[in-house]
C-alpha cells in the first residue's frame, strides 16, 4: 500500500494556462479543502467548482477574465471556463459573475494569476 502525499495550498493554487479540463479537476479535487484559489491585484480568491463553457471563445488569454451575459468566464489554455462561486480574502462567498460586476472592470477586463 503506498499513500499519497497531502495536498498543500501551494498545490490548489490554479494555473491558468493549463487546460481547462485540468483546472476543472483541479478545483473539484481541492473543494472544500484546502480550497483552489488564484490571485486578482494581489488579493487571493477560493474558487469553487467551475465549468466547462463548450465556447470556442479563443480570444480570451489564459487568467482573463470576462463578463458575458449572465456568465463569468475565464481564459485557459485550451478554452474559456465558467467560474461558479468565489469568495475574495476576507469577503463572503457570491457567485462569480456578481462578483466581477462589483470590480468594476474596464473593457479590457482583469487577469487571473
Given at each position: 500500500?503506498?499513500?499519497?502525499?497531502?495536498?498543500?495550498?501551494?498545490?490548489?493554487?490554479v494555473r491558468w494556462g493549463?487546460?481547462?479540463?485540468?483546472?476543472?479537476?483541479?478545483?473539484?479535487a481541492c473543494t472544500p479543502a484546502p480550497g483552489a484559489w488564484t490571485v486578482?491585484?494581489?488579493?487571493?480568491?477560493k474558487l469553487w467548482p467551475?465549468?466547462?463553457?463548450?465556447a470556442d471563445d479563443h480570444d480570451l488569454?489564459?487568467?482573463q477574465l470576462r463578463v458575458k451575459g449572465p456568465l463569468a468566464l475565464v481564459g485557459t489554455g485550451t478554452?474559456?471556463?465558467?467560474?461558479?462561486?468565489v469568495q475574495a480574502h476576507g469577503?463572503?462567498?457570491?457567485?462569480a459573475a456578481d462578483?466581477?460586476?462589483?470590480?468594476r472592470l474596464g473593457p479590457s477586463g482583469a487577469v487571473l494569476s
Open positions: 500500500m503506498s499513500l499519497a502525499p497531502k495536498i498543500t495550498a501551494e498545490d490548489a493554487r493549463d487546460p481547462a479540463v485540468a483546472i476543472g479537476r483541479l478545483v473539484r486578482l491585484d494581489g488579493t487571493r480568491v467551475v465549468a466547462g463553457t463548450g488569454a489564459p487568467g478554452q474559456p471556463v465558467q467560474l461558479g462561486d469577503k463572503r462567498r457570491m457567485p462578483w466581477l460586476r462589483g470590480l
